[in-house]
């Protein structure tokens, strides 16, 4: 945003930070896509196209020496007798909980430790995250892959093996898929494999996972799986998944793609539209043997009944907005973003700060949980943001392979061979 006296302020704060000292346990996942994504990110953008915001070009060097700190406090995650890292992690003691990993947890690792392998030279953060990759690209056993490219999520990071083919484009599994397309797109020729491993994963999702509500067969949503079984529930979390469809179909110049992500997108939309806040509640169904008795009239009119009506100041319905103007220049979806953000900002506001909601489907949203997600800024405010901006080259949707790739917490980070470092 230009902001140049925030700019500053963070990051000359950011050299302070002792990474290998935390209260509590972290996640690898959560760490990798906020923190080390964030650094990288801010890195690309200040030692490239905003350099002129920061006042000290050595705390723009410290974002990268700050990276490689943390990944190194980090990394022991990934020494495991199959390369499956542990996710859950105490740091002081370099210890972990032992517990499964995931499909999500381990499959949204590679874009940043590998843009932090090419930036500072060391291949190994790059090996590390390819070898955990190796084992979702060729999943076992074999059930753990009900239909062509689409896995379960619960993964033993002692042997690499799925322990279940329970998924979908939902929470836990989400970013793997949004990845794979990234990627490509990060490096078409190191990373060929995910291109072809998305494309298998988005014809079968079109093929085996594409639902329309019975009271409204216009509404498309994707349903979720339990091996071939499909569940009719969806998450706000997975509302990511019409704009990866228009990214994916713009690079690879497929506008079937594009139009089925723009169906998944209008969909997406409803969910927003049809509450009593004009947000969409975390979960969602359109399973007929499943209303509820006091939702049948609601279910009727929107194709949809809440499972969880509570709202995390999530991003990603608008982040689906952002790719779709991309890729029309329709301002309906301009409109769309505005009016999401108008009912948040009348909703979560709590003093100085936003916070998590209980109600969506409730005048005022039921409530407050005065939690904060960094996601709110990261995420909400940034697409909300960028819909509305024009110019900037991190901007995607040029047509082709895009010079800039979003990492799944909305941080922009230059694409290989895309200027200085790559």
């Known amino acids: 945003m230009g902001e140049s006296d925030i700019v500053n302020q963070i990051i000359s704060f950011i050299p302070q930070i002792d990474w290998s000292q935390t209260n509590i346990s972290v996640s690898l996942f959560e760490t990798t896509i906020r923190y080390l994504g964030g650094m990288l990110s801010g890195y690309d953008l200040l030692a490239g196209p905003l350099a002129d915001l920061a006042d000290n070009t050595a705390d723009v060097e410290a974002l990268l020496q700050q990276s490689i700190n943390l990944a190194n406090n980090l990394s022991y995650a ?95 599994a989400d970013s793997f898929y949004e990845y794979l397309i990234k990627m490509w797109i990060y490096d078409p020729t190191r990373y060929s494999l995910l291109k072809d491993r998305w494309i298998l994963a988005a014809d079968s999702s079109i093929k085996y996972l594409t ?95 809440i499972e969880d009506a509570s709202y995390s100041l999530r991003p990603e319905v608008i982040e689906s907005y952002y790719y779709a103007y991309r890729a029309t220049s329709d301002p309906k979806y301009q409109d769309w973003a505005w009016d999401a953000f108008v009912a948040i900002n009348a909703t979560t506001r ?59 917490e909305a941080h922009p980070v230059r694409v290989a061979g895309g200027g200085y470092g790559s």
């Open 211 to 305: 639902s329309h509500p019975s009271p409204r067969p216009d509404i498309t949503f994707f349903a979720a799986f339990n091996g071939t079984q499909l569940d009719l529930t969806s998450q706000h979390l997975a509302c990511f998944d019409g704009g990866n469809f228009i990214l994916g179909g713009q690079v690879l110049g497929r506008q079937d793609y594009i139009d089925y992500g723009l169906q998944l997108v209008d969909g997406c939309h409803e969910t927003y539209t049809a509450t009593a806040t004009r947000i969409g509640p975390e979960v969602f169904a359109w399973d007929d043997a499943k209303v509820p008795a006091n939702q049948s009239a609601f279910f009727n009119a929107s194709g949809f009944y």
């Open 78 to 172: 990934f020494e495991t007798p199959s390369g499956v890292p542990w996710n859950v992690l105490t740091l002081s003691n370099r210890s972990n909980d032992g517990s499964d990993n995931g499909l999500a947890t381990v499959g949204t690792l590679i874009l940043e430790w590998v843009r932090l392998a090419d930036l500072s030279g060391n291949t190994t953060y790059a090996s590390m995250v390819e070898k955990a990759e190796s084992y979702l690209l060729n999943p076992s056993p074999a059930s753990s892959e009900p239909f062509p490219g689409l896995l379960g999520m619960n993964i033993d990071p002692t042997t690499g093996q799925f322990k279940d083919a329970r998924g979908g484009w939902i929470g836990g």
């Open 350 to 408: 709590v003093g100085s700060g936003y916070s998590s909601i209980r109600d969506v489907n409730v005048d005022g949203g039921g409530g407050f949980t005065d939690f904060q997600e960094s996601f709110w800024f990261a995420e909400v405010l940034k697409y909300c943001f960028l819909i509305q901006s024009e110019g900037g080259e991190w901007q995607v949707g040029g047509g082709g392979r895009d010079g800039w790739v979003f990492n799944t």
